[in-house]
């Protein structure tokens, strides 16, 4: 069965820094995909950004970046210039690729942006 | 399209009640989920339908869940009786799955159930 696990249950950010939260996950596919999702306190799960394993090009979108290590099971989330808006729990989700498109979460990272 | 809509939005019950839970999906999104989110466990994945029929059901955590999905439009989380280690948020997630390609999976805004 495939784990993530996310081993910093909290985090805090000066506005405008740079701030990195970590996952490992484990699996025994080739071929898979890996998630961020932010939990604003709303409650709505929305999707930052995805990387697929067959891609060795990480991921962008705007101020988020991953670093994506296939080898070493590990997808990180760098988020730029962070805004008081990214105050929110962040998960890390893993998928397999296939027919059934089961999505397994990490246990999240609460973020805080300091103004 | 108005995405994954879930109704109620919060529930409070009463210990012993039966509790309904409502999830419509995006048109012609073809695969549901149902996950429980709670402080000591973070999300889990209940029960996953493809074109309404359960596929996976291995994370119902005992007999007094069972869900539906009568038809495309609509599926249900019941829980009776209900108790208070039962509180929870409930997410409905649905996706437009074509063969093996990448599909996101879009969520509801939650039910909070809580029972007292």
């Known amino acids: 069965a495939q784990t993530v696990t996310q081993s910093q249950p909290e985090m805090s950010v000066q506005e405008a820094e740079t701030v990195t939260l970590s996952c490992t996950y484990d699996?025994?596919?080739?071929?898979?995909?890996l998630f961020w999702y932010k939990q604003p306190p709303s409650r709505q799960m929305i999707l930052v950004i995805r990387q697929e394993a067959y891609k060795q090009q990480n991921a962008t979108e705007n101020r988020f970046s991953v670093n994506f290590q296939k080898a070493a099971k590990s997808f990180s989330l760098k988020i730029s210039d962070s805004q008081l808006g990214d105050t929110a729990m962040y998960f890390c989700?893993?998928?397999?690729?296939?027919?059934?498109?089961?999505?397994?979460f990490g246990t999240g990272t609460k973020l805080q942006v300091i103004p | 399209d108005a995405g994954v809509i879930q109704s109620p939005r919060h529930e409070v019950t009463e210990m012993g009640q039966e509790v309904t839970l409502r999830c419509k999906p995006i048109?012609?999104?073809?695969?549901l989920f149902w996950y429980r989110q709670t402080m000591m466990r973070g999300l889990e994945l209940l029960i996953y339908?493809?074109?309404?029929?359960?596929?996976?059901d291995s994370g119902m955590p005992e007999d007094r869940f069972s869900a539906k999905m009568p038809n495309a439009s609509f599926s249900t989380l019941k829980i009776q009786p209900s108790e208070p280690r039962d509180s929870a948020v409930y997410f409905c997630a649905t996706q437009n799955v074509q063969g093996s390609s990448y599909a996101e999976a879009f969520f509801g805004q939650g039910t909070r159930l809580t029972v007292v």
């Open positions: 699996t025994s596919e080739n071929n898979y995909y």
């Open positions: 989700a893993y998928c397999n690729s296939g027919g059934y498109q089961k999505v397994t």
């Open positions: 339908f493809n074109n309404n029929v359960p596929i996976d």
């Open positions: 048109s012609g999104h073809n695969s």
